[in-house]
């Protein structure tokens, strides 16, 4: 989490290019790329990032003070259509002046039943060297479509960033030949005890240069069913994982008082694991893992690993595999799903 340097604006505080965002963030469902995307409107945003561990609070830094101002007067206690009809509050927020160290240190572990997640799955060396340099270099010649900080491609279905589903009837053609040697290897699950099978229909394909990571999400549930697959190649990275207690989701955090705000911060839970996804290998969300749980990676440059530091490689280049999901969600975690709220 690093050092916070933005502070929660106690009264009325100075116009400033950096705005204190609540009722927003991603344990209420937006990531910072769709709140980025959204505070875009109104100037060139500089960074997003949570203002606490709340997950329900960010900070907007924009490059010109006059974008905050808009951006405040605009989207201020407003429904925003884009932020799932949430109305958000807005203050002007102020730098830290005194700032707290927060340990974000972690324990990482190698294997994915050391993290007690219920249906997380990790295999190494899914694939053989030659395998991956076989898959990179079918990606490699074709075209990436280039986001904000890293590159992707799209098969089956277009991935939309901005309402983080699919247009199921925007069918782009089978998944490519390039995957069978993945595909053929799936019956390696059920080795593992995982007999649920499902015809993937859609990949995404990520490359993530160093220091570049992905902001915490669980991937929207009426967009995909309940087998998400993530095969690492070309360099490791750590993902991490938590899980927000629902009965701390704010209701309001401006109806609270300062005091009330400030202690509800500090006694803000979520549980919060890592895993160490080395290249070539593979990783199976399902069940509570897939549900329940935001995944993430860390914006990293070098990532510790119990006492061991390890370098990003020049990028990761990731494909994740998901079934495109034909009607609403049915899941056993309605707290956090889009098609039973
Ligand atoms: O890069 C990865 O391994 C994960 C990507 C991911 O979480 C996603 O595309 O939703
Ligand atoms: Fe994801």
Redesign the pocket.
Known sequence: MGLPRFKRPVGTSEPSSNLYVANCGPAVGLTLDTIEAVFGAYGQVKGVHLADESGTRVIVSYHEEKSAESALTELNRRECPELGGRSLHIQYSVPSICQVAVDDSIEVSMEASELDIPGLYLIHDFISVKEEEELLAAVDSRPWQKLAKRRVQHYGYEFHYNTRNVKTNQYLGELPSFLSPIIDKMSKFQKLGYTETVLLDQL?V?EYPPGVG?SP?I?THSAFEGLIF?L?LAGPCI?EFRKYSTSVWPTDPNALSDEEAQNSDKSSKFLRRAIYLPPRSI?LLSREARYAWH?Y?PHHKIDVVNDTKIRRASRRV?F?LRKVRKGPCKCEFPEYCDSQK
């Open positions: 995404t990520n992905l999400h991937d993530s690492s993902m990783l995944h990676i990731s994740t």
